[in-house]
């Protein structure tokens, strides 16, 4: 298995709908994981970190499950303004260093 | 200014030409890392220093050369770089580098904008 392995994508969903992504990854001792957003040829930008079963914050909800060993990110009630590539990152090595999916491409459309 | 600056934001460079990039973090964070994103791959961790100490150097080419004189500031010095090198290069900053004992937690990672670069 991949260090981190994402969705291939691209979603191309319509404005208003529910998505979901999905990440699996292959360390196990693995604690904290990210989702970071990265805009067309624009840097990341931390979107929710998850320490725990999950995290919550307006539309957005990270679940991680430990045992699959997978983190998925839902975005309810989608927005033109969500399309960008979202990366899942976990840390790996010694835990001293993060490793970055290949990201997910999401595009909402009008 | 705040968060992470990175310059210049967009260069072009021949192979024999020798350029560097400068980032900047305004975090108070002790750590700073330099990444590539090549067009359809994921981030590669190029250098990571903490404190100012060099403490990871991911098997990179020594014609890109990092510097770190100080906890805020950052730079890549590059010589007889070759095309394939064309990519974004993107400085991060984080509190601390690594984990925190037996947790096999990271800190957040802030990145810059990036340098476009393109090795004609």
């Known amino acids: 298995r991949k260090e981190v392995e994402q969705d291939p994508g691209p979603f191309n969903v319509p404005e208003g709908a529910t998505v979901a992504f999905n990440c699996t990854y292959s360390n196990s001792a693995s604690q904290s994981f990210f989702w970071y957003r990265q805009d067309c040829r624009k840097e990341p930008k931390l979107l929710m970190s998850v320490y725990s079963s999950g995290n919550e914050d307006g539309r957005f909800t990270a679940q991680l499950n430990r045992a699959s060993q997978y983190i998925s990110l839902l975005i309810r009630d989608s927005k033109l303004s969500d399309s960008a590539t979202y990366l899942c990152v976990v840390p790996t090595g010694s835990a001293r260093q993060l490793t970055f999916g290949s990201g997910t491409q999401l595009t909402v459309l009008p | 200014e705040t968060g992470v600056t990175q310059t210049p934001r967009h260069l072009v460079m021949g192979m024999t030409n020798k350029k560097s990039l400068k980032c900047e973090q305004h975090?108070?964070?002790?750590?700073m890392y330099w990444y590539k994103q090549s067009a359809k791959k994921p981030l590669e961790l190029m250098f990571v220093?903490?404190?100012?100490?060099?403490?990871e150097n991911n098997s990179v080419p020594s014609r890109f050369s990092p510097e770190c004189p100080n906890s805020s500031h950052l730079f890549l010095h590059l010589h007889t770089l070759q095309p394939e090198d064309s990519a974004l290069y993107l400085c991060?900053?984080?509190?601390?580098?690594?984990?925190?004992?037996?947790?096999?937690?990271?800190?957040?990672?802030?990145f810059g904008p990036g340098t476009r670069l393109t090795v004609l």
């Open positions: 220093y903490s404190l100012e100490e060099r403490v």
């Open positions: 975090l108070g964070h002790n750590a």
């Open positions: 991060a900053s984080s509190h601390e580098y690594g984990g925190t004992g037996t947790s096999f937690s990271t800190d957040t990672q802030y």
